[in-house]
């Protein structure tokens, strides 16, 4: 039988204790990773029976990392921990977009690129974002979706190393394309000796000028007792960073009829962001004897990332004045503006708070030296909250302003009126508000058996089941804006003493709160110091904001704005903000905002079972050795949600123009009948079924020791997003409407000055589809790898996906009857597409140079490059119930996220008790949206390096300091907005320099 073990030894990080004569097939792309589940151990054996190897620091990470990517069942890149609780970056996204073809999202979700995540956001492999999330090789998953979790909701502290799986085996659980990411923990069995072990960091950001700290902490121990071999690991981390991102940033383009394109606006922000994320983790491990082993794991993890940020917004005016100039060429975008305009200024919080509770117990079982059972049971439950506030002030007079876009960076001149400073001169104008609540638990169960064949060419087969059960509940507001004073340019009355709303901003003076009224502290005069790193100069500098300690109270600020609109607009009239009360299944219902749906309610079942038979001989073909395994894996899902309902909201606007024709006003006839405030619920759940069935082959020909060659072929799923299923449609009238006034009563006979008169353009809807099927691929790699040294690789990979069902988002004409009309009538849904196909080239290379003289021989290299291309295929909508990204996702347009080039190099050094990495990450430009928050066009990323670094230096045997550095260079993020061929300056963005000085003890 075979075991896996890890100790400690001196100054070591980690130990791997392996048993002698252990077959590269019979460990195992998962049985070969340091800290891995009772279910994927191998058998106990005495420890007289194995050999201790001893690897520290970067050399140990990368030989750890090169051992699993050699042994390996199928294609796979592993990131190791340098040290107890430690990457090698700070993040498990920022490690991750290290490995090839792995690409980091730089913001929370792909349809805000003006506000960039401290840490990043997801992972794209290959170019595609389907991608699986697995801890300790099992489901993990965040409430909002459901289906993956993000990486910044995860304590880099608590990993042993992080497994990227870009094929697959049949034993692997489905539900990846792009790949699955395996986040692996540590076991009190990985070691032979106790550990205690601890970090503490305080990191600093130049542009925030505040430090953060963090800190974890480790214990793990085993012990020889009458019942058996028993070991415990307690963990825990709490993490805290905080930065600052500086903007300049344009609007949406207009473009006229001589070709010239105008921004609507432009602006510049500045967004503090702060997290704290803590982690409890704990595991027992029990073996009674050499036939049994119990593992009992149980992780917590919460994050609370917040988001303070003051924005402000000039409108240009979209007629060209003779001040404006344009680029030359087919663009003609604009390059320099002079105007005049009253300001906004906009204060945004937001907050969120994300928990994931893992528990799982494990067990393995050996009848005979032959046949290992193992059986798995895990329950993990998921909460997310979200919520932001968004108030804006105008100034009671307007500035001339010049922009000048010609640069490579923005310049802006802005002339400061008399009262800029005076807080009495500004007045609420609007308010949004935004809230999530969601929830989503699972619980699964597996059991595999494993039975060794004394065979030549047979060594193993393996069979196994799985069985799942999850619910989902999200509630989301959508976004709710309301007017807060009225008057022109959405300021209103600046002299408005009495209202509610001034009175908040009375009797200030610069440099201090506002106070008076309801509430004190609710505006602030913010300066922007060191804008962008002093590299744009603001002439203003400062201005009134609502406050954070106002807006950070949502609901409290709510309420308190909403008075403020009734007593602005008409003393108690209902007009202006009203914000969001708590009902979440009134959402959608007569509100101004844009989610239709509500509260979405779905629960899914999965059943599946695997067969896999693993083979090998020395000499298979042309007297080298050949390996590999083939199975299938069949699983069948089941979803069902609540209840599918149609909407028909009336419509809001009687007056029909008294000119159109009889067959016009007969439509709008029908269409108010039609649309008469209905909810038309069906009569049984929302329900849907599929199996796939999921082959694989993965063979792996041993041309040398050192050279080895690889093919994988396998079908792999995707299953469609909980949110795009829900069972609902929404119907509504698209009208024009105008005003009667003096100059037009004539034509309108029996119309007042100020009535409203609508014509009926169309009538269309928006909603889910339940029937949605899972997305599948049939994917293929061929690799060379060349193993020259324990830290030497050079290596090889040819990848393709042919993609089938893909999800994109499209109108269909749909019947529908209510109140006795039957109409055809234009649905947007997420649909089914046809074929798509990615395919690409990885080339990846290190070594350390051992044979140089002297210091020298401690240089090393780290480096790797991807190449992607993509045809066919379409973009999913990220949020279906948002009415302003329906256009764009039918636009011919590239895959969002995908870069064709990626580039990574790192520098190493590690020799006397130095060990030192410069790393740099490159990427090439991608789409990140089809369709940005505001401007509802299609925005870029242009091409994007990073540098990094880190130093640590061996105090002695139990103590290691050192320095890491982020974004060293500065690099600046620049994005563009528009179409193919159209395509203009968006944002500049500049980021933190981030430093952070780290100790780190073992004992």
Not at 272 to 298: K, M, V
Not at 388 to 404: E, G, P, R
Not at 412 to 426: K, N, R, V
Not at 440 to 466: N, T
Request: proline share 3%.
């Amino acid at each position: 039988m075979k075991n896996s073990r890890t100790a400690l030894n001196g100054r070591s990080a980690f130990s791997i204790v392996l048993k002698n004569g252990v077959s590269a097939v019979a460990l195992g792309a998962l049985a070969a990773a340091l800290a891995m589940p009772a279910v994927a151990q191998e058998a106990p054996v005495e420890d007289s029976d194995v050999t201790e190897v001893v690897v520290t620091g970067q050399r140990a990470q990368l030989k750890s990392a090169q051992k699993i990517k050699r042994d390996a069942d199928t294609v796979v890149d592993s990131i190791t921990a340098t040290d107890i609780g430690a990457l090698p970056d700070r993040s498990v996204s920022e490690a991750l977009q290290r490995v090839a073809g792995v690409t980091l999202e730089r913001t929370d979700t792909n349809r805000d690129p003006a506000r960039l995540s401290g840490e990043g956001g997801g992972v794209a492999i290959r170019g595609l974002n389907y991608v699986r999330t697995e801890l300790n090789g099992r489901d993990v998953f965040s409430a909002k979706n459901g289906r993956s979790i993000g990486f910044a909701d995860i304590s880099a502290d608590l990993m042993a190393g992080v497994d990227v799986f870009k094929n697959t085996t049949s034993d692997q659980v489905e539900g990846a394309i792009g790949g699955t990411v395996n986040l692996r923990t540590r076991l009190p069995f990985d070691s032979k000796k106790r550990i205690i072990a601890f970090s503490a960091d305080s990191n600093y950001g130049d542009l925030r000028k505040d430090s953060f700290q963090s800190g974890s902490l480790t214990y793990s121990d085993r012990w020889d007792t009458s019942i058996g071999e028993i070991g415990l690991l307690l963990n825990g981390s709490l993490s805290n960073v905080g930065t600052r991102s500086d903007s300049v940033t344009t609007d949406s383009y207009i473009t006229d009829s001589q070709g010239r394109s105008t921004p609507k606006g432009f602006g510049y922000k500045s967004l503090e962001w702060d997290q704290e994320r803590t982690a409890i983790a704990g595991a027992l491990q029990w073996r009674p004897n050499d036939q049994w082993e119990f593992t009992l794991q149980a992780i917590q993890a919460k994050a609370t990332p917040k988001s303070m940020e003051n924005t402000a917004y000039f409108d240009i005016n979209t007629t060209p004045q003779s001040t404006y100039k344009y680029a030359g060429g087919t663009r003609g975008a604009l390059t320099y503006a002079e105007g005049n305009d009253s300001p906004i200024f906009i204060a945004r919080y937001g907050e969120d708070e994300k928990e994931t509770n893992d528990v799982s117990l494990s067990f393995k079982f050996y009848p005979s030296d032959s046949l290992t059972l193992t059986g798995d049971l895990q329950y993990v439950k998921s909460q997310s909250k979200a919520m932001s506030l968004t108030v804006n002030t105008t100034y009671s007079a307007s500035s001339d302003f010049k922009l000048d876009l010609s640069g490579d960076l923005p310049q802006m001149t802005i002339g400061q009126t008399a009262g800029y400073e005076t807080a009495a001169s500004y007045a609420y104008q609007s308010a949004m508000d935004h809230y999530e609540d969601s929830e989503a638990d699972q619980f699964a169960a597996r059991f595999d058996a494993v039975y060794e064949f004394d065979s030549d060419w047979l060594k193993k087969v393996k069979v196994g089941v799985r069985y799942t059960d999850k619910n989902s509940t999200t509630r989301e507001t959508g976004w709710n804006w309301g007017a807060v004073s009225p008057g022109g340019n959405w300021g209103g009355d600046y002299n408005i003493t009495n209202d509610g709303v001034n009175d908040y901003l009375a009797d200030a003076t610069p440099g201090k709160t506002g106070s008076g009224g309801q509430l004190s502290n609710v505006a602030s005069y913010v300066k922007l110091d060191n804008f962008m790193h002093g590299n744009v100069d603001l002439d203003l500098p400062s201005a009134w904001f609502a406050s954070k300690a106002f807006i950070s109270n949502t609901r409290n600020a709510g309420d308190i704005l909403h008075q403020a609109s009734l007593n602005a607009w008409c003393g108690g009239c209902g007009y202006g903000f009203t914000p969001f009360n708590g009902d979440y299944e009134a959402v959608g219902q007569g509100r101004s905002d844009n989610n239709l749906s509500g509260i979405n309610v779905q629960s899914e079942t999965t059943k599946a079972f695997y067969t896999a038979l693993y083979f090998g001989r020395d000499n298979a073909v042309g007297g080298k050795a050949l390996d590999g395994n083939v199975g299938f894996r069949v699983v069948k899902t089941d979803v069902e949600g609540d209840l599918p309902y149609t909407t028909y909201p009336q419509i809001t606007t009687p007056n029909v123009d008294p000119a159109a024709s009889t067959a016009e006003k007969a439509e709008i006839a029908r269409a108010k009948l039609f649309l008469n405030n209905t909810k038309v619920f069906g009569s049984t759940p929302s329900q849907n079924d599929y199996t796939d069935v999921l082959p694989s082959l993965n063979l792996r020909l041993h041309w040398s020791d050192e050279l080895q060659f690889r093919f994988s072929a396998s079908k792999a799923m995707v299953r469609p997003q909980l949110s795009d299923m829900q069972g609902y449609t929404s119907i509504t009238a698209n009208t024009t409407t105008f005003t009667v006034n003096a100059g037009n009563q004539a034509q309108y006979p029996g119309y007042a000055p100020g009535d409203y008169i609508a014509s009926l353009n169309s009538i269309t809807g928006i909603g889910g589809n339940p029937n949605l099927k899972p997305l599948t691929a049939n994917q293929y790699d061929l690799t060379a790898e060349w193993y020259f040294a324990p830290t030497g690789s050079l290596t090889a990979a040819a990848f393709k996906k042919d993609l089938k069902n893909y999800f994109f988002g499209a109108s269909q004409v749909e019947s529908f009857t209510n109140n006795g009309v039957t109409l055809d009538v234009p649905v947007y849904r997420v649909h089914n597409g046809k074929s798509g196909e990615i395919s690409g080239i990885e080339l990846a290379y290190q070594q350390f140079y051992d044979f140089l003289p002297g210091a020298l021989s401690g240089i090393g290299v780290q480096t790797n490059f991807t190449y992607i291309d993509s045809s066919g295929g379409a973009n999913p909508i990220s949020n279906v119930n948002d009415t302003n990204q329906v256009t764009n996702t039918a636009a011919d347009l590239p895959l969002e996220g995908l870069s064709d080039k990626v580039f990574n190099f790192a520098l190493m050094y590690e020799k006397y008790d130095i060990s030192a990495r410069l790393a740099y990450n490159w990427r090439s430009e991608y789409l990140m949206t089809t369709s940005a928050a505001n401007s509802n066009m299609p925005v870029w990323m242009d091409a994007y390096g990073q540098l990094d670094a880190s130093v640590f230096y061996q105090i002695n045997s139990n103590l290691k300091i050192g320095l890491q550095g982020t974004n060293l260079t500065n690099d600046r993020i620049t994005t563009k907005i528009g179409f193919p061929g159209q395509v203009a300056n968006y944002s500049w963005v500049e980021q933190d320099r981030r430093l952070a000085i780290v100790l780190r003890g073992l004992f």
